[in-house]
Antibody, heavy 121, light 107 residues
């Protein structure tokens, strides 16, 4: 079955750029049925949707983060990535990637295990 | 942005009892766009219910969802110790947001 795995640095300095990659295995990333999401979770903000990308490269971002973020996709590697610029301590969270069904319904049915990112000098 | 409020914050029940969790949206949403997740410590959320009332693959029929408009409910019948977790609702109404969660404790 489809599995997702996040990877990237666990520690990022303030004002720098956070970069994470999600690798999709056991299934195709360029299926038209799904979008591919990033979600984060912190004790202060709880679960927060960051954005998602379609295999065509179309992206949809959380308006509160839109100015700082980029989500991209590499179909040849079965990966999609998140870049979040100018990070602060408020960006410290567990970051998840998830497969997202968006059509008649909206839900995330397959999640990665999550990766902890700490913003600190 | 639609705000989603879950109540109660914590529910403490005994095995075999029924849990009723509430999810309220600040604006009316399509029931098709309401989902519920279960999260245990150290794990990612797991999809339970989508479209307000459809169980995800492999979810026991003890879990059921209902509701429409702004008010939605997750019911867990015949509670088992393994149901101890935090439960989140998620809505899509132009943007995607999650509720703050309800913690279910099994006595």
């Amino acid at each position: 079955q489809v599995q997702l795995q996040e990877s990237g640095p666990g520690l990022v300095k303030p004002s720098q750029t956070l970069s994470l990659t999600c690798t999709v295995s056991g299934g195709s990333i360029n299926t038209g049925d799904y979008y591919w999401s990033w979600i984060r979770q912190s004790p202060i903000k709880g679960l927060e949707w960051i954005g998602y990308i379609y295999y065509t490269g179309n992206t949809y971002y959380n308006p509160s983060l839109k100015s700082r973020m980029t989500i991209s996709i590499d179909i040849s590697k079965s990966q999609f990535s998140l870049r979040l610029a100018s990070v602060t301590a408020a960006d410290t969270a567990v970051y998840y990637c998830a497969r997202t069904w968006i059509s008649q319904y909206y839900y995330m049915d397959v999640w990665g295990k999550g990766t902890t990112v700490t913003v600190s000098s | 942005e639609i705000v989603v409020t879950q109540s109660p914050g914590t529910l403490s029940l005994s095995p075999g009892e029924r849990a009723t969790l509430s999810c309220r949206a600040s604006q009316s949403i399509s029931s098709s766009f309401l989902a519920w997740y279960q999260q245990k410590p150290g794990q990612a959320p797991r999809l339970l219910i989508y479209g307000a009332s459809n169980r995800a693959t492999g979810i026991p029929d003890r879990f059921s969802g209902s509701g429409s408009g702004t008010d939605f409910t997750l019911t867990i019948n015949r509670l088992e110790p393994e149901d101890s977790a935090v439960y989140y609702c998620q809505q899509y109404g132009g943007s995607l947001t999650f509720g703050g969660g309800t913690k279910v404790e099994i006595k």
